[in-house]
């Protein structure tokens, strides 16, 4: 498989003959200030066996050109030898080093080593991500996760710059005008995990320190870093604490201290996800630090992100996965451990509330898509391991491993775990290394468990079955499963009726194992048939719940009134999911929003029911009553955000849920009087964040020009002010706006990646229907060429992004049938992008159709 993808099975033959001794990098950035440069200097030397003498193999090196290759002393041509992607070398012999000099690309897309400029001072940054194969952007290496070794990295850099690695720098010397930083060796890590981040960072520093079992203390240093025109927002004390608890958290639990030294987290800019476990260096997107007024909810999210890259520290960095079929070895554990730990170590103990309703929300929709997969997943090559990570893959294996706690026991799980870090620690291992050592902790045959729930594909769903008596008591129990593969689950039953005071409350509970297609709760015969019933309470598996005719009419009327957090969050991804279904008309789930979201006690819960009114207006709804259902739910908005308290999170909430769903004139009128100080809301601050969201509901709606958003950078020009500005601009209801962003994005590559998303999320808005079809057949003209032309990641933005997705009718679904007929053999990975857009579109085209009646 030529080009910038590797196969598996190319991977596996290359680790079948080498093993990697050590690499040196050398990277001279100090080009980077200067923004004609295009290019930094890149050197390698690898030091690597073979067992298999004489043989030739290749080197992943993405760059511009290479300046020399030198095998054993011997010079290999790099017109011959370096095809754009990898550098062929032949003639190998036992004991090998390899040089590599190359000239790298800067990149504008988050992928490799990033340059940004920040507007506010001028003041450039770097960093580097590399998930799960963009080393080779930065140094040439075996890119593939089985090919691990110590890395000691030397940076070259402004002298005013500091530098950050995985490891401890050794030493930092002058050079003419600038600094050399050299770091010591890291522990061995896969090539994908390797860092580095430069520029003038603030930073600010902590310690941790901890006694371990053999009396010896464990001492880490702890670094915190932004941008410099982000400092005054900075709150490092808060990061360091749940640091702090989720390093002891994490050494009782596991069992093995902390092995990569040093602990940075590095916040930078215009970053791709969430953030990366890069040993001893985690990044996270600087939107973690924030400028704004933000709910207890998003300190909770930052929290979980913090606690999910320590868990990779473990689960991912010290014992990695052989190839990418087994990313759930460490994506799946990290994001179970991210709640988990929340939950049991840090203020957050509202964590899996936050997880039933929102990530596995997420998973559910992942795995309801024609391209599901197994949690242990088929990855033929690199295009495949970047669209798995995914729903599946983080939260539906996060959901599977929280089934699994609960099958074999807390304290076998952890014993597994312990006993695993010490068996593979540094090295990479499969699912079966996992399994077995659980088997042996919990005395439980996981054979079929595995088979069941990380081997086939799909969810399940679990509905109640009761037959009563003429007194009113159950007489038979059952809990009936479909799905194409019916699982064990174990599972708590919930039984509610009113207390004197109205509330819905829990009065019996029940645990077992469901197994088959129909299972016979003998626990609950003889009991008076309860208001609601809640399988799967606690939310102990992974299924979709539905609910007898009776639980239905009770939700409809009290679903507010569910008095425990947990129990309340999952009757309302149950109606959510309903709805998704079409077995709920979208405008009764729209009802039960508008009736009941005021009382939504959990900030979190309350965000994720904004968003899915949102889209359930947007593309579930009738068509026909899609106005009147926007009425609706902006005097809902408007009416809770004056009843809320003044400064809290449900008043920000509101706000701004209001503002995605105003479209009157009045409510339009009140957003342009928030803006100017003509109306005001007892409490509420409108800071910069919410201003820029008020901006766009005006500008979406034809109520602002570009004058007045240019006027608004002004007062914010930084590069979230940028960013907002571009989406606004895009959003603004004109063929001329339309056809800049489109223009923007399809017509150059020139946008960095933060600017790209802007483009995208201003030009479609779901209420410009008309001013958008008539790109339809241009998307799908373009679909290959962006494909072969765009990086992976901005290409994965334009495929989703720019998809028809609010053109919700037949005609736009054959355009996305034809596509696929007519290209079978286009990438499988933009295949699969298409063929999930083609679905959320069948998806919302059969909802409406119910919510016509």
């Known amino acids: 498989m030529p080009g910038k993808n590797l196969s598996r099975e190319e991977a596996q033959q290359r680790a079948g003959i080498l093993s990697v001794d050590s690499y040196r990098v050398h990277l001279d950035v100090t080009s980077a200030v200067d923004p004609t440069a295009a290019t930094f200097r890149s050197t390698t030397t690898i030091s690597f066996r073979s067992s298999a003498p004489g043989a030739a193999t290749f080197v992943d090196l993405l760059a511009p050109a290479v300046r020399s290759v030198t095998l054993n002393g011997r010079a290999l041509d790099p017109a011959t030898a370096f095809d754009g992607a990898r550098v062929a070398v032949d003639g190998l012999a036992e004991q090998n080093v390899l040089v590599i000099e190359a000239d790298c690309a800067y990149s504008r897309t988050g992928e490799g080593l990033h340059r940004f400029v920040d507007p506010v001072d001028g003041e450039t940054y770097l960093y580097t991500h590399f998930e799960p194969a963009d080393a080779r952007r930065v140094f040439a290496n075996f890119e593939q996760p089985d090919l691990k070794a110590p890395f000691s990295f030397t940076v070259t850099a402004p002298a005013a710059w500091d530098v950050y690695n995985n490891a401890v720098h050794e030493d930092v010397t002058a050079e003419g005008g600038a600094r050399v930083w050299r770091f010591a060796p890291t522990k061995p890590i896969s090539t994908y995990l390797t860092a580095v981040v430069a520029g003038p960072y603030h930073v600010e520093r902590d310690h941790y320190s901890r006694k371990l079992a053999d009396g010896s203390t464990l001492e880490i240093p702890l670094a915190a870093t932004c941008r410099k025109s982000l400092a005054r927002y900075f709150d490092a004390d808060e990061i360091f604490t749940v640091t702090k608890q989720g390093l002891d958290f994490f050494h009782q639990e596991f069992d093995f201290p902390y092995p990569f030294g040093k602990y940075d987290q590095c916040f930078v800019p215009e970053y791709n996800i969430g953030a990366m476990e890069n040993p001893g260096c985690v990044t996270f997107r600087e939107e973690f630090v924030f400028r704004s007024k933000v709910t207890e909810a998003a300190y909770e999210g930052r929290a979980n992100v913090i606690l999910h890259e320590m868990a990779h520290m473990w689960f991912g960095d010290l014992v990695t996965m052989r190839w990418w079929d087994d990313l759930w070895l460490k994506e799946s554990f990290a994001d179970f451990m991210g709640s988990f730990s929340q939950v049991e170590a840090t203020r957050y103990r509202s964590a899996w509330t936050t997880f039933a309703n929102r990530r596995k929300a997420w998973a559910y929709r992942q795995d309801q898509f024609p391209t599901t997969h197994p949690i242990t997943a088929d990855i033929r090559d690199l295009e495949d391991a970047k669209l798995n990570f995914d729903g599946i ?18 304290d076998a799980f952890f014993e597994g775990a312990r006993q695993y870090f010490k068996r593979h620690a540094y090295g990479n291992t499969v699912l079966g290394d996992l399994l077995g050592v659980l088997e042996r902790t919990s005395g439980r045959d996981l054979t079929a468990w595995s088979a069941a729930w990380l081997q086939t594909a799909g969810v399940n769903s679990l509905t109640p079955q009761l037959t009563t008596d003429a007194e009113g008591r159950i007489t038979e129990f059952a809990v009936a499963q479909d799905g194409a593969t019916p699982r064990p689950h174990r599972v708590a039953i919930g039984l509610y009726d009113r207390d004197p005071a109205g509330a819905l409350t829990r009065t019996h509970r029940v645990e077992l194992d469901v197994h088959g297609a129909r299972t016979v709760v003998s626990e609950l015969a003889g009991l008076p048939r309860p208001a609601l019933v809640l399988l799967n309470d606690d939310d102990l598996t992974y299924c979709k719940i539905r609910f007898d005719d009776r639980s239905l009419e009770t939700l409809r009327s009290g679903l507010g009134e569910i008095t425990d957090d947990l129990s309340r969050a999952l009757a309302w991804s149950a109606v959510w999911n309903l709805t998704r279904d079409a077995l709920m008309p979208t405008r009764d789930y729209l009802a039960l929003v508008l009736r009941f979201a005021g009382q939504e006690s959990d900030i ?144 150059s590559d020139e946008l960095p990646n933060a600017l790209v998303e802007a483009q995208i999320s201003g030009f479609n808005q779901p209420g410009q229907r008309e001013l958008t079809a008539g790109y339809t057949d241009r998307y799908f003209g373009l679909l290959e060429d962006i494909w072969a032309q765009r990086s992976i990641e901005i290409a994965m933005r334009i495929v989703g992004g720019f998809f028809p997705r609010y053109q919700t009718d037949e005609q736009t679904l054959a355009d996305a049938d034809a596509w696929l007929t007519g290209h079978p053999s286009a990438a499988p990975a933009l295949r699969r992008l298409v063929l999930e857009c083609r679905d959320d579109l069948a998806r919302a085209l059969r909802a409406q159709a119910c919510d016509r009646g």
Not at 393 to 410: D, E, H
Not at 688 to 711: C, H, I, K, M
């Open 393 to 410: 893959t983080y939260a539906k294996g996060a959901s599977v491993l929280k089934q699994l706690v609960a099958y074999v026991g807390r």
């Open 604 to 747: 979190g819960v309350l965000q994720s029911l904004h968003q899915q009114a949102k889209t359930a207006l947007d593309v579930y709804a009738d068509p026909s009553w899609r106005a009147e259902g926007a009425r609706l739910l902006a005097e809902g908005a408007l009416r809770e955000l004056r009843a809320a308290a003044p400064g809290s999170d449900h008043q920000l909430a509101w706000a701004r849920f209001l503002a995605q769903t105003a479209g009157t004139d009045e409510h339009l009128q009140l957003l342009r009087g928030l803006l100017n100080g003509s109306a005001r809301i007892d409490g509420l601050e409108v800071d910069q964040d919410l201003r820029w969201s008020l901006w766009l509901a005006l500008a979406s709606n034809g109520a602002a020009n570009a004058d007045e958003l240019n006027a608004e950078l002004t007062a914010d020009n930084t590069a979230s002010g940028k960013q907002h500005l571009t989406a606004c601009l895009a959003a603004l209801p004109t063929a001329e706006a339309k056809a800049a962003a489109w223009s923007a994005v399809i017509d």
